[in-house]
């Protein structure tokens, strides 16, 4: 089982768009929940985004209208499409998966973690 691997980070101007991607062929085989969580310097890690194998999806209210999470079935990818990024989105970016779906921040309690992409927006 080859680890979650996260890719797609940068360093982008505020308004400007990223697109993460995650390698999770391992994971989202069948039934999944997995998601994305992110953690500033300084601030404890927060969930941002989930999505589980029926396309139920979930995103923070922070984010809401200018992300989006999806999953590509060909190339098995967990993907962040991070559009109009602002400032306080600078952050450490994480995929994770194994988890289980709740009603409020869609997927939690991972089980799976990637090592994070770092995504920094200048002002």
């Known amino acids: 089982q080859e680890p979650l691997a996260e890719s797609g980070g940068g360093s982008v101007e505020s308004g400007g768009s990223l697109r993460l991607s995650c390698a999770a062929s391992?994971?989202?085989?069948?039934?999944?929940?997995a998601g994305w969580l992110r953690q500033a310097p300084g601030k404890e890690r927060e969930w941002v985004a989930s999505?589980?194998?029926?396309?139920?999806?979930l995103v923070r209210d922070s984010v809401k209208g200018r992300f989006t999470i999806s999953h590509d079935n060909v190339k098995k990818t967990l993907d962040l499409q991070m559009n109009s990024l602002k400032v306080d989105d600078t952050a450490m970016y994480y995929c994770?998966?194994?988890?289980?779906?709740?009603?409020?921040?869609?997927?939690?309690?991972?089980?799976?973690w990637g090592q994070g992409t770092q995504v920094t927006v200048s002002s």
């Open positions: 999505i589980d194998s029926d396309g139920n999806t």
């Open positions: 994770a998966a194994g988890g289980r779906w709740d009603s409020v921040t869609g997927c939690r309690d991972f089980h799976y």
């Open positions: 391992s994971y989202t085989r069948g039934e999944f929940c």
